[in-house]
């Protein structure tokens, strides 16, 4: 570098921030900014002329008390700034302050001697060169230096300031003192003091120093870092206001300047989407009214020779009308045509132009917590946690917040939430899934959708799981001779075994513990609980009556029972009415609550099978067809309606089947006794699952009720025992 150009840039380090002028004096304040003296205690005097205790650094606004004196002479001085100064002053020519220091004279330094340490004047400059020992020296003018020279003078040793020790370096450290000291100040004043070498004492502290340093560092990095973070954010934030502002001006400006194209242009888009819609309606209309066409002229083809019930007739047309029946019935069922969603979103109205939302939420750092629960049980509450969170991640609440949350069954049927704002950034969402099958999960946070959302939850049944059996085969208390029935009080939870061989009925707690029995004259066909706890039985005596008891044993009444000729299995309807099954005439009677009159009787069409056990369930009967192998299922007013089931061993599939129960997921349960298992359909007849294995075993299911703890209690007539499957959710 050049050398003037040196200096220039020396000139610049050792400028006073508030003269702006080479420092005099140099003084460093506590924040390592240094200033001249005279320019320190100047702006001392006029912050305490405006009342003011304290100064601000001029660099870096640190405050700092003003001294008492009014003056920071008592400041450390710049030992760097110091140098400089001295360096600077051999370039401007004010050699006044080096002097010579080989004579006493108090001659003006025109060279330095590198070596002796000495600023030489002219006259021992020459007496210098004249000696052998010091010829070799290396010398350097004053007013010719050169830039390594400018250099190698900052960093020369520093001499000690001790009278009469002048000549000496700095060359140790007092580690008692904690000064630097020359090899005389070592002898007189620091005498049995630990003494250090300069270098070595400053090495040591160089690393504490360096160690500070990249604390500093490391420290100025993060805020740095934090600037631009916070520049960034300060820029888009701007961005956004400008951005939003620009949206909403060019909103009104267009809806002033449009207002009634734009009316006339919206029209014509909501005529052309209902003209699109309403095609496809018109379309899915058609094929559904095709479809019920075909089934009313087959109806009115099939009914109308039912009507006139001509033998011929019926026999030479029944093939054609079962065919045509079946092929109508297993049909592909058109599909429905659902209409995309339509929204019109109003930005702005009459009485109110717009409005401005600002929230800390930011819907992109928005989470659900529990969302990876996506196996859940049916009918079985549920329930997860939106945290709303600001743009660094933060939980944050703002009353303001708008939280949408839908979830929808495979069906796209909503279901119902329940949304719990606790007001505190966390809202609890609660819901209970009533079917099977896949659900999906909408969520949305200020207009905009959850990260992850939507997602599918997998809802799965609940199922039953072996518990205990009580019972074996014989003629004591709680043994069993051809099991018939079962029933269970919804009162108590008393578990009622009807056996035909002893010819009793005997009851026990929910637990399998004996109670008490009702010894009988006849055999007990089937047995039922009414509402009230009464115990409804059907016994087969010289005439076949219902019997009623009261759980204790005691017969309240006998219940007539002329409408019924060979009855196989009563149960209860809800309402209290009485539904039997007949074999005379393969037909299943409701009869009223007290059994005096009749109230339906039907049977299915082309069955020549008997039904055994007949329930009533949500405005249909499920009727089990002992030899036809299959559940038939009626309206209400016991028109045939879809079988459930078919002969064979594959799942859907029954070998004899007989009991059937609706547990409280309104599932049916169906005693597939030839197949040794419970098999559980939906109402509408699918299949979900089976139970078999142990308890079935080389025996035969027959008949089924539910506890009030919804366990299944389940008879096994072969092996003479009762099994006990309690719900696993």
């Not at 095609?279 to 009214?289: G, I, P, Q, S, V």
């Not at 979103?345 to 009459?350: N, S, T, W």
């Not at 750092?365 to 945290?387: M, P, S």
């Not at 939980?395 to 917040?401: R, V």
């Amino acid at each position: 570098m050049d050398v003037q150009q040196l200096f220039k840039n020396l000139k610049k380090e050792a400028e006073c921030p508030l003269c702006i002028e080479t420092v005099k004096n140099p003084k460093t304040l506590p924040c390592l900014h240094s200033f001249c003296l005279h320019c320190l205690d100047k702006l001392a005097n006029f912050e305490q002329r405006q009342l003011q205790t304290t100064i601000k650094c001029p660099v870096c606004q640190t405050s700092f008390q003003i001294p008492e004196t009014v003056t920071f002479e008592n400041l450390p001085s710049s030992f760097h700034l110091n140098r400089l100064v001295d360096v600077l002053a051999l370039e401007d020519g004010s050699v006044q302050s080096q002097k010579c220091n080989s004579c006493d004279e108090n001659n003006t330094a025109t060279c330095y001697c590198f070596v002796c340490q000495n600023f030489l004047c002219e006259s021992c400059f020459e007496a210098h060169q004249r000696l052998r020992a010091s010829r070799g020296h290396r010398n350097v003018l004053i007013d010719k230096l050169q830039a390594q020279d400018v250099q190698d003078l900052i960093h020369r040793p520093v001499m000690c300031s001790q009278q009469y020790h002048e000549d000496q370096p700095l060359e140790f450290y007092c580690e008692d003192c904690k000064v630097l000291i020359c090899l005389k100040c070592s002898l007189v004043k620091h005498n049995r003091h630990t003494m250090t070498e300069t270098q070595n004492a400053a090495q040591e502290q160089k690393m504490q120093m360096a160690d500070a340093v990249a604390k500093v560092k490391a420290e100025i990095f993060k805020y740095e870092n934090e600037i631009k973070k916070q520049t960034d954010l300060k820029n888009e934030n701007k961005i956004e206001v400008i951005y939003e502002e620009k949206k909403m001006t060019d909103t009104v400006e267009k809806l002033i300047r449009d207002l009634r194209e734009h009316k006339r242009k919206m029209k014509n888009k909501f005529r052309k989407i209902l003209k699109t819609q309403q095609k496809h309606h018109a379309t899915r209309l058609e094929n559904f009214e095709l479809v019920v066409t075909q089934l009313k002229s087959c109806l009115e083809r099939a009914q109308s020779i039912l009507e006139r019930n001509l033998s011929v007739e019926i026999l030479q047309t029944n093939h054609a009308i079962l065919g045509r029946c079946n092929e109508l019935l297993n049909a592909r069922k058109p599909d429905l045509y659902k209409s995309p969603n339509l929204h019109y979103l109003v930005e702005k109205k009459m009485d109110l132009m717009d409005r401005v939302f600002v929230t800390k939420t930011d819907p992109s750092k928005c989470l659900a917590e529990g969302q990876d629960n996506k196996e859940v049980k049916e009918r079985k509450e549920t329930y997860f946690v939106i945290v709303t969170k600001d743009s660094e991640g933060l939980q944050c609440y703002q009353q303001e917040d708008k939280i949408e949350v839908n979830i929808s069954t495979s069906e796209f049927d909503p279901l119902k939430t329940d949304i719990k704002d606790t007001k505190d950034g966390k809202y609890t969402v609660t819901y209970t899934p009533q079917c099977s099958g896949q659900h999906r999960v909408d969520i949305v946070v200020n207009g905009e959708q959850l990260i992850g959302s939507p997602w599918i939850v997998q809802v799965h049944q609940p199922h039953y799981q072996f518990a205990f059996q009580f019972g074996s085969k014989g003629k004591g208390r709680g043994e069993f001779n051809d099991i018939v029935d079962i029933g269970v009080s919804a009162k108590t939870g008393t578990i009622a075994v009807a056996e035909c061989g002893n010819q009793r009925i005997q009851l026990f707690s929910s637990e399998g513990k004996f109670r008490s029995e009702i010894s009988l004259d006849g055999e007990p066909f089937s047995v039922e609980f009414t509402g009230s706890g009464n115990l409804l039985t059907l016994v087969l005596e010289s005439d076949i009556k219902l019997r009623l008891f009261s759980e204790k044993g005691q017969l309240i009444k006998h219940i007539n029972d002329k409408h019924i000729d060979e009855p196989q299995h009563l149960s209860l309807a809800r309402d209290g009415r009485i539904i039997m099954t007949d074999s005379s005439d393969n037909k299943i009677k409701v009869l009223s609550p007290d059994g005096n009159d009749l109230l339906q009787s039907f049977s299915a069409p082309h069955c020549d099978r008997y039904p055994v056990c007949a329930i009533h369930h949500q405005d249909k009967f499920f009727v089990s067809y002992f030899s036809a192998n299959c559940v038939k299922v009626f309206d209400k007013t016991g028109v045939y309606l879809y079988d459930i089931g078919c002969e064979g061993s594959n799942d859907g599939q029954f070998n004899y089947p007989r009991g059937l129960v609706i547990d409280k997921y309104n599932r049916l349960i169906a005693c597939d006794a030839g197949n040794q298992r419970l098999q559980i359909f939906t109402l509408n007849g699918k299949f979900l699952s089976k139970i078999e294995g142990h308890s079935f075993e080389n025996g035969s299911p027959s008949y089924v009720a539910i506890n009030n703890d919804d366990s299944l209690i389940v008879t096994d007539s072969v092996n003479g025992r009762i099994s006990v499957l309690g719900m696993k959710t």
